[in-house]
């Protein structure tokens, strides 16, 4: 739950905020009561090798690619006319 702080504790207690950020911690800036915007502590990107992510769709069935296209051709209107 992201605790809710005033856009003055924002401005004077910055350091403090910063540090809560890196500790995981989110937070709802308010104006006059009103929330204006949120803080959030920025997700790490992970990297994952080739033979892991490999492995982990070995075991996915295969895709035909002609049945692919014509479900695709189905779902989306090919005859769509400009506007104006």
Do not use: C, W, Y
């Amino acid at each position: 739950m992201a605790r809710k702080i005033t856009q003055r504790e924002l401005r004077n207690e910055s350091g403090a905020i910063m540090r809560a950020l890196d500790s995981g911690e989110s937070f709802v800036v308010t104006r006059n009561g009103v929330p204006v915007g949120e803080l959030h502590p920025m997700r790490h990107q992970r990297f994952v090798a080739s033979d892991v992510v490999a492995a982990v769709f070995a075991g996915a069935p295969s895709i035909d690619l002609q049945d692919l296209r014509a479900d695709l051709d189905a779902a989306v209107d090919q005859a769509a006319a400009p506007n104006g």
